[in-house]
C-alpha cells in the first residue's frame, strides 16, 4: 500500500524540469530577457519557440547575446525575433534544435524588446518545442504572465488604494441608504 502511495504521489508531483523564461532587466526603452533550462531540458530536433504577446510599441527585437550551454553554443544563439501586429507580439524562434544533455541548470541570456514609450506592465510569454531530454515529456510553458512592455494606461489595471478606498466608501453609503 505504502509504495502505491509513494507511486500515486510521484505521477501527480508537478514536474521538476520546467524551462523559463523571464525579465532580467528593463533599462530605458529595452527590455531584456533570459531563457532558463533546468537539467536535462531541450529543444530537440527544433524547431522552438517563444511567444511573447500583449506588448505595446516594441519596434526592436534582439536574438540572446550569450549562454551558459557548453554543447551547441553558438547554435544556442541563432534565435531570430519576428516583431508581429506592429509591435503587440514578438516571436523568437530557432529551427536547429539541441542544448545538449546538461546535469545543471543553464542559462541563455540577452532576448531583448526595445519600445519606446512604453512602460513594464504584465505581458504573456508562451514556449513550443521544449522537451526532457529523453524527448517524452512536453515542457512547454503556456500563458504565463511575466514584466514586459505595455501601454502607459494599462498599468493601472488594478486600482489605486485611494480609488478602491473610495469605492468601499460609496458601497457602504448605498447600504446605509438601504437600510434606513
Known amino acids: 500500500m505504502r509504495s502505491l502511495l509513494l507511486l500515486a504521489a510521484l505521477c501527480l ?11 532580467e532587466s528593463h533599462t530605458g526603452d529595452v527590455w531584456t530577457y533570459t531563457l532558463e533550462f533546468a537539467p536535462h531540458d531541450n529543444y530537440y530536433p527544433g524547431p522552438a ?3 511573447l504577446e500583449g506588448l505595446y510599441g516594441v519596434t526592436e ?8 550551454l557548453t554543447s551547441f553554443p553558438e ?20 529551427t536547429e534544435g539541441g542544448t ?18 512604453a ?19 512536453d515542457l512547454d510553458i503556456q500563458d504565463v504572465v511575466i514584466d514586459g512592455p505595455v501601454h502607459p494606461g494599462r498599468v493601472n489595471d488594478t486600482p489605486e488604494p485611494s480609488a478602491a478606498a473610495l469605492f468601499l466608501v460609496g458601497i457602504t453609503v448605498i447600504a446605509l441608504r438601504r437600510t434606513l
Open 100 to 117: 545538449g544533455n546538461m546535469v545543471s541548470t543553464r542559462y541563455t541570456y540577452g532576448f531583448s524588446v526595445t519600445a519606446p514609450g
Open 13 to 23: 508531483a508537478p514536474a521538476a524540469h520546467a524551462v523559463s523564461f523571464t525579465l
Open 61 to 68: 527585437a534582439t536574438p540572446p547575446t550569450s549562454t551558459t
Open 75 to 94: 547554435v544556442n544563439l541563432q534565435w531570430n525575433p519576428f516583431i508581429l501586429g506592429g509591435g503587440v507580439r514578438v516571436i523568437w524562434v530557432i
Open 49 to 51: 519557440t517563444i511567444d
Open 119 to 137: 512602460v513594464t506592465g504584465p505581458v504573456r510569454v508562451s514556449t513550443t518545442g521544449f522537451k526532457l531530454d529523453s524527448g517524452q515529456f
